[in-house]
């Protein structure tokens, strides 16, 4: 398994979860890096993006002002702080490395995948 994504569970509305996904084989300090959610019946969806060294981050309109992507390449792990979590957040989140070194909110830009970690938000 390349990528890890971990830090899922059950919360109530306006509750809080982080998000990690770490690579244990350090393939991917030079990449992008990315977050996207499933929800039951939707297309995979583009959530947050974030550069190879920690700039260029980006979100969807959906969650800007309440999630936060970081990184720390030193160990090898990216973040998704959700904060204010709502009942439509509710998915499987997936988090994705770029094939390039920007952050990209595009689906056919990444090629690899974790496997993918539950948030259920409880209304």
């Known amino acids: 398994v390349q990528l890890q994504a971990s830090g899922g569970g059950l919360v109530q509305t306006g509750g809080s979860l982080r998000l990690s996904c770490n690579s244990s084989r350090r393939m991917f300090r030079n990449n992008g890096m990315g977050w996207f959610r499933r929800a039951p019946g939707k297309e995979r969806e583009f959530v947050a993006t974030i550069d190879w060294n920690g700039g260029g981050r980006s979100y969807a309109d959906s969650v800007k002002g309440r999630f936060t992507i970081s990184r720390d390449n030193a160990k090898d792990t990216v973040y998704l702080q959700m904060n204010s979590l709502k009942p439509e957040d509710t998915a499987v989140y997936y988090c994705?490395?770029?094939?390039?070194?920007?952050?990209?909110?595009?689906?056919?830009?990444?090629?690899?995948w974790g496997q993918g970690t539950q948030v259920t938000v409880s209304s």
């Open positions: 994705g490395a770029s094939r390039y070194a920007r952050g990209t909110s595009q689906v056919a830009h990444y090629n690899y």
